[in-house]
């Protein structure tokens, strides 16, 4: 029975089950007081514990091989029939490509604890542990029981007991003399969020026999529309509770549960209407409207050229329609502002999907997203791209360049790929947004040199079968996957026809020569200076979080470095009389700064690099008067702090932003008329392949901030190496002939997108064993690779070798295009338990 298919009156369902990592199918039997249907979420019995299921087709009979008082019994329903058929076709494919099992991409998609399991716990029985304790207790039992007699609730999971350092040897001998017991808590998916409500009932004339108090209660609740929740009733009428429930025992009201959608709280927006559009505007707009179909669109535009009016005016007849749309930002820093643009156009139609959102609110926007009748706007970050809108009619990916649509963990899916699948799928255009495409987008688009409009040659290979071990049920109704033609559009002019901003290049090597030892060069305190007195505002950008990379020892050279990773200690003072801290940014460590070398006694310890912290107090040393902003991921942690931020710039309260990478990303502040990049430098020697192309995009991303109102923009670009080829092309905005000299370098070394690549990374606590793993797992590839055009390079260390006290090692496979990606998911079996695994296809990140 295919998954568009169901039974008046099943009685067996076959589910999808995650077990150890690994998908299976199981059948169960369905209670007489369940409907189960196909693509429900369940949870079922297995083993000793329940677990998230999925139901993949129902049967009046149960296997052959089964004996019906065998079958264990289907637990509950999570939620209903939510697979539809194109979309079960999307995850398959991306467990597929990116060769992790399906149910690691289940969980991706899904909103959290929708298949949650249940877990072991232990819990402390008090009244049985005596005043004297035996000398049969171990130590680790002792420091156990010591542990729990000090929590209030003595009452915690199996692994998070073991993460404080307790045995599961002391967890049983707690539970063997009887002082703890160990039983397992159900699982607990998400609910619906459920508020009292009060709602006014028949009409005119009211019962005779109310007192005056009470008439006027049901007049103050007609007058705001007799629908209220119970706690707006009780303060707009000033009442009790009893007093409400007396009338509705009268028949005047009924106060009942009803169900309260949770949706990220935002300040009150003035609705606005569509903006006149430029010539290349309405060009790019009537393009992407006469298609309906599946099409890809390549929206080149440069900074400030209003590829967002674009993309609000093109959903707007797909909403009329009753066509959902979803729109994908990089970053969550980015969603504040873009979706106060959004709902001030199309109101609470507009969601927002992200993961710095509550569990609830993600579930409940998940929710929204299912009803068919029901036309949306989701705005989300790359996992939005799984939302399962049914009827959806167009996808947007904005700044569609950003390396944050790749995912680090698996599965390590790019949500460019996996929307290009999902467009396909759902036959729906595709728009992907940037000032500086992705070399990868340009050439599928525009093909090797190529400038025509349309290039059908260069899309993507069509879906591929199945990996051997992921349960395909037939799909009748799925809509056959093909390539989409692409159609490039480009907005070459800012809106208004203001200028781009001109770039100056300081070579501060000159300034070091002459005297100015401050990061901050003469020109660009010139210019901080100008602003200032002319009330402007600026961003100064710099690509460190912190105060300094490092910190070393003038006297001996030793580096301070992070005691579990092979990196050094950044240095971070948040103002210039706080506390100094060395932190490490990969596994967060942190320890005071030590006033003496640990390894010579020396007390000649300085830091050098430059962080944002640094710049703040460089710039609080000069220009004592000018007030600032950090917008790192220091500063924006904690829920709601982005938008914030953002507010208070964007009100003046603030000469200057300073900030990360984060300030590259599509923000749109016209009053900043500067831009100042402190140390260029730090993005050209990355060591990763496309290191050029990401150091041209940030470069250029971040001088399109300046002079996007009504004044001209200035950039000062900071750096020791002015006559790199990256540096001449921002100082020219010259796009298009950098990106065509890197597509050269590309072909002649087979690098994406010339080629593809899969890259696996080992890692273990146990630097032997991952070693010894890493040449194992060589050797069988280098035997599965005999004959095919695709190259192994390696094992040899990570970048960086030590990561949170994990040994790493690399093995990199690689290969020209138009040949199937070999499936190396099987090497997992050979690993030992203590070598973690990762399968990277397509990788961005080679550290």
């Known amino acids: 029975m295919g998954l568009g298919e169901s039974n008046t009156q099943p009685q067996w369902v076959n589910v999808?089950?995650?077990?150890?990592?690994?998908?299976?199918?199981?059948?169960?039997?369905?209670?007489?007081?369940?409907?189960?249907?196909?693509?429900?979420?369940?949870?079922?019995?297995?083993?000793?514990?329940?677990?998230?299921?999925?139901?993949?087709?129902?049967?009046?009979?149960?296997?052959?091989?089964?004996?019906?008082?065998?079958?264990?019994?289907?637990?509950?329903?999570?939620?209903q029939r939510f697979f539809a058929p194109s979309y079960w076709a999307l995850l398959q494919r991306v467990a597929h490509h990116y060769q992790v099992p399906l149910m690691q991409v289940l969980k991706t998609a899904l909103p959290p604890g929708l298949l949650a399991r249940s877990q072991r716990r232990l819990r402390l029985?008090?009244?049985?542990?005596?005043?004297?304790r035996p000398d049969v207790l171990s130590p680790g039992g002792s420091a156990l029981l010591d542990d729990l007699q000090r929590s209030r609730s003595a009452d915690y999971t199996w692994p998070y007991l073991q993460k404080r350092g307790h045995s599961y040897r002391a967890m049983q001998q707690l539970v063997q003399l009887g002082w703890a017991e160990s039983y397992l808590s159900p699982p607990q998916p998400p609910q619906a969020k459920r508020r009292q409500a009060v709602t006014l009932v028949g009409?005119?004339?009211?019962?005779?026999?109310?007192?005056?108090?009470?008439?006027?209660?049901?007049?103050?609740?007609?007058?705001?529309?007799g629908d209220l929740w119970l706690s707006d009733a009780l303060q707009l009428c000033q009442t009790t509770s009893p007093t409400l429930k007396r009338l509705a025992q009268a028949g005047c009201l009924v106060i009942e549960p009803r169900e309260q959608l949770r949706a990220e709280s935002g300040p009150a927006l003035t609705p606005d209407q569509p903006k006149a559009l430029t010539g290349?505007?309405?060009?790019?707009?009537?393009?992407?409207?006469?298609?309906?179909?599946?099409?890809?669109?390549?929206?080149?535009?440069?900074?400030?050229?209003?590829?967002?009016?674009v993309y609000l005016q093109a959903i707007a007849p797909r909403l009329a329609a009753g066509q959902s749309a979803l729109v994908l930002v990089p970053e969550i820093g980015l969603t504040p502002q873009l979706t106060d643009r959004f709902r001030r156009r199309f109101g609470d139609r507009v969601w927002v999907y992200h993961s710095g959102l509550a569990d609830g609110e993600r579930y409940d926007t998940w929710r929204q997203s299912l009803r068919p009748l029901t036309p949306l706007v989701v705005v989300g970050t790359r996992s939005a791209i799984f939302m399962p809108l049914p009827n959806l009619g167009l996808i947007i990916l904005d700044e569609e360049h950003d390396s944050s649509y790749k995912q680090d963990v698996p599965p390590c899916y790019h949500a460019r790929t996996v929307a290009r699948w999902r467009a396909e799928l759902e036959n729906c255009p595709l728009v992907l947004g940037s000032?500086?495409?992705?070399?990868?987008?340009?050439?599928?688009?525009?093909?090797?040199?190529?400038?025509?409009?349309?290039?059908?040659?260069?899309?993507i290979p069509t879906i591929s079968p199945a990996p051997p071990h992921a349960p395909t049920p037939p799909r009748p109704h799925a809509p056959t996957p093909h390539s989409l033609p692409w159609t490039y559009l480009s907005l070459p002019e800012r809106v208004q026809?203001?200028?781009?901003?001109?770039?100056a290049v300081v070579d501060m090597r000159d300034e070091l020569q002459d005297g100015n030892r401050s990061i901050l060069s003469r020109p660009l305190q010139t210019a901080l200076a100008n602003m200032k007195a002319e009330g402007n505002q600026g961003l100064l950008f710099i690509h460190r979080r912190g105060h300094s990379s490092f910190v070393s020892?003038?006297?001996?050279?030793?580096?301070?470095?992070?005691?579990?990773?092979?990196?050094?200690?950044?240095?971070?003072?948040?103002?210039?009389?706080?506390?100094?801290?060395?932190?490490?940014?990969?596994?967060?460590?942190?320890?005071?700064h030590p006033k003496q070398c640990p390894a010579c006694s020396s007390p000649y310890l300085k830091h050098f690099g430059s962080g944002t912290q640094r710049v703040v107090n460089a710039l609080g040393e000069t220009f004592p008067d000018l007030s600032c902003i950090r917008f790192d991921s220091d500063t924006t942690r904690t829920k709601g702090a982005h938008r914030a931020l953002l507010t208070r710039f964007a009100e003046g309260n603030a000469d200057l932003l300073v900030g990360t990478q984060m300030l590259t990303k599509g923000i749109d502040l016209p009053q900043v008329t500067l831009v100042g990049i402190i140390a260029a430098d730090g993005l050209l020697y990355m060591n990763d392949y496309w290191a050029s192309e990401r150091a041209l995009q940030m470069l250029i991303q971040v001088a399109g901030r300046a002079g996007r109102?009504?004044?001209?923009?200035?950039?000062?670009?900071?750096?020791?190496?002015?006559?790199?080829?990256?540096?001449?092309?921002?100082?020219?905005h010259a796009y298009e002939g950098f990106i065509a000299t890197e597509w050269t370098q590309r072909q002649l070394l087979q690098y994406p997108p010339a080629g593809q690549m899969i890259l696996l990374r080992l890692s273990s606590t146990d630097p032997i064993g991952v070693q010894e793993t890493a040449e194992a797992l060589a050797q069988r590839v280098a035997q599965a690779l005999k004959g095919s055009p695709y190259q192994l390079l390696g094992p040899a260390p990570a970048t960086i070798p030590r990561l949170a006290q994990r040994y790493r090692w690399h093995l990199l496979v690689k290969g020209p295009l138009g040949h199937a990606l070999p499936n190396l998911q099987d090497l997992k079996q050979y690993c030992p338990a203590s070598v973690s695994l990762t399968i990277d296809v397509d990788p961005l990140n080679l550290a």
């Open 435 to 459: 000032a500086t495409p992705s070399l990868d987008t340009w050439v599928q688009c525009r093909g090797p040199g190529e400038s025509q409009q349309e290039n059908p040659d260069w899309a």
């Open 280 to 309: 290349y505007q309405a060009a790019a707009l009537d393009s992407i409207n006469r298609h309906s179909q599946g099409r890809q669109f390549l929206l080149h535009g440069v900074t400030g050229s209003g590829k967002t009016e």
């Open 16 to 79: 999808l089950v995650d077990y150890g990592g690994q998908p299976a199918e199981y059948t169960y039997a369905v209670p007489a007081h369940l409907k189960v249907q196909v693509g429900d979420i369940l949870t079922v019995p297995f083993r000793h514990q329940s677990v998230g299921a999925i139901a993949l087709s129902l049967s009046p009979t149960p296997p052959a091989n089964l004996l019906p008082d065998q079958i264990r019994a289907v637990g509950g329903i999570v939620e």
């Open 709 to 732: 109102g009504t004044l001209p923009g200035q950039v000062i670009l900071q750096t020791y190496t002015p006559e790199h080829p990256v540096i001449e092309a921002v100082t020219r």
């Open 497 to 503: 026809a203001q200028p781009l901003p001109t770039v």
């Open 125 to 132: 029985r008090r009244d049985r542990v005596p005043q004297t």
């Open 203 to 225: 009409g005119d004339p009211l019962p005779i026999d109310l007192t005056p108090r009470q008439q006027d209660i049901i007049a103050t609740l007609r007058r705001q529309g």
């Open 553 to 592: 020892c003038r006297s001996c050279g030793h580096v301070m470095m992070c005691p579990h990773c092979d990196v050094s200690l950044s240095y971070h003072q948040p103002k210039a009389n706080s506390a100094m801290t060395l932190r490490c940014h990969y596994c967060g460590f942190s320890q005071g």
